[in-house]
């Protein structure tokens, strides 16, 4: 796992929570917030998901 993984994934965490919280309190803003930052959080996971299956597949290039 590398750091755009993870950083994504609690991005798209935060974002969920501040989501929730918008529902809660009744602000379309913060929902909105929240909803950019999951999709942030999601794409900066999917890079980080490339680039692991990039080193992975050069790793096992490597091997043979």
Same mark, same amino acid.
């Given at each position: 796992?590398?750091?755009?993984?993870? +950083? $994504?994934?609690? =991005? !798209?965490a @935060? %974002? &969920?929570? #501040?989501?929730?919280v /918008?529902?809660?309190?009744?602000?379309?803003?913060?929902?909105? +917030? $929240?909803?950019? =930052? !999951?999709? @942030? %959080? &999601?794409? #900066?996971?999917?890079? /980080?998901?490339?680039?692991?299956?990039?080193?992975?597949?050069?790793?096992?290039t490597?091997?043979?």
């Amino acid at each position: 796992m590398n750091k755009d993984q993870v +950083k $994504g994934a609690t =991005k !798209q965490a @935060a %974002g &969920k929570v #501040q989501e929730g919280v /918008g529902k809660m309190v009744g602000s379309r803003t913060q929902e909105a +917030k $929240g909803l950019g =930052k !999951q999709a @942030a %959080g &999601k794409a #900066q996971k999917t890079a /980080g998901d490339v680039k692991e299956a990039v080193k992975d597949s050069t790793t096992t290039t490597r091997r043979h």
